[in-house]
């Protein structure tokens, strides 16, 4: 799930690093994510994971990282699985 | 809760007062001069009034934010720039509080604004950054021994020359990235402001707001702890829209009644007749209670949603929101300012009649101005890409 994340991640938020360089608790607002790109990253994660987040998790601090992205993730499959 | 309650509403009544009997009288002569309303803000600082939201433990009246609200709606009804002035001072004093995350060089400054009644000023928007908020050009540089610099190209100030302090917003360090911000305190002392320009504009004019270079050095624990964008989306940009939008609910209904003052008396001269006037009071009317309605909403759904889960207010769809909030009551205070003129007619049009709406349409125009309307739509288009219940 990481790579795909990754692969969104350098496909949509028009970081001015490498995403590979980034660990997966890097804050990608601060290695240079505006909120625009966010957007698209958000609209490129639902399309690639065939999901739909919620509102309650459409905010900074769901997307601030892979971790963290891979957790709301996660969290949305095992919702969709029960 | 009866004293809390109790001491909204002498902080109201406080308020009230001084609109009535200080900033009504030195309103025209403000305007006219583009002079700041020194007389208005000597006596909100003679009642505590610049302290009023700062929390009991640390000595202020820890009055609610509605009431807060309520006193931006009550100087807006009698002089829109110093309803400005203490709406922007008030923002700043409620990121801090709301923000300071137990900061111990913050909660004494929150002791000192409490003792000296000092005046907050903000530095948000930079040259170059096209009105986006979000982003900083100038940053925080390392200076040595636990002190920081930095030099910031600001296109406005509001009250910069008067305030005895300024929150200003800087990238963290010179290497972060233009959205990796902090917010930096600094005093009357540590700070320079340079005027890069006149201010003679079309409304709020007493508000003194020239474009500046601000240069200050200070130490390192003035930069408020919170990540900026947080600070951001929580407090400032929220609490802005509604204060903001309070104060031009209280203009836009002071050029009601004044609409209705002149009906009544054209109705007085003129018994049993049926006045065109009338009929467009009675338009103007709706229009009016419309933009109340939005601007209270919104204030209702900031308190639930901070007393709830503050981190809500992150969500796009609150920002949307709030965001929404700024345009609609933007648009529409100058619209019923505007319908108040069509009411009065040339009396209406006159500088020196009761009835005088002419400072209340140039002050309400510079609402879609203030983070400008097109700036928020573009964030908008982008949040309703993804928000789902909007």
Same mark, same amino acid.
């Given at each position: 799930?990481?790579?795909?994340?990754?692969?969104?991640?350098?496909?949509?938020?028009?970081?001015?690093?490498?995403?590979?360089? =980034?660990? $997966?608790?890097? %804050?990608?607002?601060?290695?240079?994510?505006?909120?625009?790109? +966010? *957007?698209?990253?958000?609209? #490129? =994660?639902? $399309?690639?994971? %065939?999901?739909?987040?919620?509102?309650?998790?459409?905010?900074? +601090? *769901?997307?601030?990282?892979? #971790?963290?992205?891979?957790?709301?993730?996660?969290?949305?499959?095992?919702?969709?699985?029960? | 809760?009866?004293?809390?309650?109790?001491?909204?509403?002498?902080?109201?009544?406080?308020?009230?007062?001084?609109?009535?009997?200080?900033?009504?009288?030195?309103?025209?002569?403000?305007?006219?001069?583009?002079?700041?309303?020194?007389?208005?803000?000597?006596?909100?600082?003679?009642?505590?009034?610049?302290?009023?939201?700062?929390?009991?433990?640390?000595?202020?009246?820890?009055?609610?934010?509605?009431?807060?609200?309520?006193?931006?709606?009550?100087?807006?009804?009698?002089?829109?720039?110093?309803?400005?002035?203490?709406?922007?001072?008030?923002?700043?004093?409620?990121?801090?509080?709301?923000?300071?995350?137990?900061?111990?060089?913050?909660?004494?400054?929150?002791?000192?604004?409490?003792?000296?009644?000092?005046?907050?000023?903000?530095?948000?928007?930079?040259?170059?950054?096209?009105?986006?908020?979000?982003?900083?050009?100038?940053?925080?540089?390392?200076?040595?021994?636990?002190?920081?610099?930095?030099?910031?190209?600001?296109?406005?100030?509001?009250?910069?020359?008067?305030?005895?302090?300024?929150?200003?917003?800087?990238?963290?360090?010179?290497?972060?990235?233009?959205?990796?911000?902090?917010?930096?305190?600094?005093?009357?002392?540590?700070?320079?402001?340079?005027?890069?320009?006149?201010?003679?504009?079309?409304?709020?004019?007493?508000?003194?707001?020239?474009?500046?270079?601000?240069?200050?050095?200070?130490?390192?624990?003035?930069?408020?702890?919170?990540?900026?964008?947080?600070?951001?989306?929580?407090?400032?940009?929220?609490?802005?829209?509604?204060?903001?939008?309070?104060?031009?609910?209280?203009?836009?209904?002071?050029?009601?009644?004044?609409?209705?003052?002149?009906?009544?008396?054209?109705?007085?001269?003129?018994?049993?007749?049926?006045?065109?006037?009338?009929?467009?009071?009675?338009?103007?009317?709706?229009?009016?209670?419309?933009?109340?309605?939005?601007?209270?909403?919104?204030?209702?759904?900031?308190?639930?949603?901070?007393?709830?889960?503050?981190?809500?207010?992150?969500?796009?769809?609150?920002?949307?929101?709030?965001?929404?909030?700024?345009?609609?009551?933007?648009?529409?205070?100058?619209?019923?300012?505007?319908?108040?003129?069509?009411?009065?007619?040339?009396?209406?049009?006159?500088?020196?009649?009761?009835?005088?709406?002419?400072?209340?349409?140039?002050?309400?125009?510079?609402?879609?101005?203030?983070?400008?309307?097109?700036?928020?739509?573009?964030?908008?288009?982008?949040?309703?890409?993804?928000?789902?219940?909007?």
């Amino acid at each position: 799930m990481h790579d795909e994340i990754r692969q969104v991640i350098s496909e949509h938020a028009r970081l001015p690093v490498d995403v590979q360089t =980034l660990s $997966d608790d890097a %804050d990608l607002y601060e290695a240079g994510m505006t909120s625009h790109a +966010s *957007v698209n990253v958000m609209l #490129g =994660l639902e $399309d690639r994971f %065939d999901i739909e987040f919620p509102d309650r998790m459409l905010k900074r +601090s *769901v997307f601030e990282s892979i #971790g963290s992205i891979a957790a709301a993730l996660s969290e949305l499959r095992t919702e969709a699985a029960v | 809760m009866n004293v809390s309650v109790d001491q909204d509403q002498a902080f109201i009544d406080d308020v009230h007062v001084i609109a009535e009997e200080v900033a009504a009288k030195n309103a025209d002569a403000v305007d006219r001069d583009a002079r700041f309303p020194v007389e208005t803000i000597a006596a909100l600082r003679e009642k505590q009034a610049l302290s009023a939201f700062v929390p009991g433990e640390l000595g202020g009246a820890g009055v609610s934010f509605e009431a807060i609200a309520g006193a931006c709606y009550e100087l807006g009804r009698h002089c829109g720039a110093s309803a400005m002035v203490f709406a922007m001072h008030q923002i700043q004093v409620a990121t801090i509080v709301r923000h300071l995350d137990d900061a111990p060089w913050f909660e004494d400054y929150l002791r000192e604004l409490v003792g000296e009644q000092r005046l907050i000023a903000s530095v948000t928007s930079e040259v170059g950054t096209g009105g986006d908020m979000a982003r900083s050009i100038a940053s925080v540089e390392p200076a040595g021994d636990g002190l920081g610099r930095f030099e910031k190209q600001a296109p406005t100030v509001s009250y910069g020359a008067y305030a005895d302090d300024l929150l200003t917003t800087l990238r963290r360090s010179p290497d972060a990235e233009p959205g990796d911000q902090v917010c930096v305190l600094t005093h009357k002392g540590q700070h320079t402001l340079e005027p890069t320009g006149s201010w003679d504009p079309l409304g709020m004019r007493g508000t003194c707001s020239p474009g500046n270079v601000v240069r200050a050095e200070l130490p390192l624990e003035q930069i408020l702890p919170t990540q900026f964008a947080r600070v951001m989306n929580e407090s400032m940009v929220p609490i802005s829209h509604i204060l903001w939008s309070h104060l031009w609910l209280g203009i836009s209904s002071d050029a009601f009644d004044r609409a209705r003052t002149f009906v009544r008396a054209a109705a007085k001269r003129k018994p049993g007749e049926q006045l065109p006037a009338a009929i467009r009071l009675s338009e103007l009317m709706s229009e009016l209670s419309l933009l109340r309605a939005e601007v209270h909403s919104g204030l209702r759904e900031f308190v639930e949603a901070s007393a709830e889960d503050r981190s809500r207010l992150s969500e796009m769809a609150t920002i949307l929101r709030f965001n929404n909030l700024k345009i609609a009551a933007s648009e529409q205070a100058p619209r019923v300012c505007q319908g108040a003129l069509g009411v009065c007619g040339i009396v209406g049009f006159k500088n020196d009649t009761p009835f005088s709406v002419g400072r209340h349409l140039r002050d309400t125009m510079s609402a879609c101005l203030m983070v400008a309307n097109e700036r928020i739509h573009q964030t908008n288009a982008s949040l309703l890409l993804i928000a789902k219940e909007v």
